[in-house]
DNA sequence: CAGTATCCACTGTGATACTG
DNA sequence: CAGTATCACAGTGGATACTG
C-alpha cells in the first residue's frame, strides 16, 4: 500500500485544492503564469466567461493572495492582474496534476478499448 | 517568471483536477490510502456525509477508474472499496498539494497578521 | 474599459423515508 | 448492510442591462 510523505491525520491539502477548484481558477492561473493581463484580455483568452464570472473569480483568487490587481489612475481605465508569488508557487501543482491526467487518460483508455 | 514543463497549450491536467473535486473525494480518496473500507466504515469515518452523497461519489469514482467495488454474496451484504493502482497513483498529487497548502497558510498568517 | 446589478438555471449536497 | 427514491436548498455560473 502506498505510504504519505505529509499527510498526517488531517492536512491542509484541501486548503489549496478549494483555491484551485471553481470552473476558470485554473485557465486563469494558467493564463497568467504567462505575464500579467488586462481584463479584457482576460476575458477574451478565457472562452465564453462572463463579466461576472471573471470578476468573481478574480476577486477570489485576489483574496486568497493568489493574484494581484493594479489600478491604472487612467482614463480610459486599466485594470492589469497578475500572479503572486504565491500565486506561481502553483506551477509545481498543475505539473503533477497533469502528469496524473496524461497517465490517467492513458489507463482509461486501456481499460474501455471500444469507447471514445 | 515560471516556467511550464508540461503544459502546452491545453492539457490533461483539468481531468485530474475533476477527478479529486467534490466536497468528500479527497477525504474517501484519504481513507481509502489506508486500506478497504466497507460502505458502513466510510460513512463512520467520513464525518456527517449523507448515504447518498457517499453511494454518489463512489460510484463516480468507480466510473472513473479510481476505486474499485467488491461484492461479497452473504447475507447481510457486504460491500468492500478499495483502491486501484491508478486510484494509488494520485498519492503524489497529495503530497504536493499537502506541501503547498503549508506554504499557503504560512504565507497568507503573514500577509493577515491581524486576522485570524 | 472594467466593472456592478438582477434575475435565472443547473448542479451538488443534504434530509428523510423506504428496500432487497 | 448497503443501498435507492424523492424532495429541498444553497452555491456557482450564465445572460443581460446598466455605469463611473
Given at each position: ?103 490517467y487518460?492513458?489507463q482509461y483508455s486501456?481499460r ?5
Amino acid at each position: 500500500m502506498a505510504k504519505l510523505q505529509n499527510i498526517d491525520e488531517k492536512c491542509p491539502m484541501e486548503i489549496g485544492i478549494n483555491m484551485i477548484t471553481g470552473k476558470w481558477k485554473i485557465p486563469i492561473l494558467w493564463h497568467l503564469l504567462r505575464g500579467k493581463s488586462r481584463f479584457n484580455e482576460l476575458q477574451r483568452s478565457l472562452s465564453p466567461i462572463t463579466q461576472k464570472t471573471l470578476t468573481q473569480q478574480l476577486r477570489e483568487m485576489e483574496r486568497d493572495g493568489l493574484i494581484r490587481r493594479h489600478v491604472y489612475a487612467e482614463v480610459p481605465p486599466r485594470v492589469e492582474y497578475s500572479l503572486t508569488p504565491l500565486g506561481e508557487s502553483i506551477l509545481p501543482i498543475f505539473d503533477v496534476l497533469c502528469e496524473w491526467g496524461k497517465e490517467y487518460q492513458k489507463q482509461y483508455s486501456n481499460r474501455k478499448p471500444d469507447a471514445d
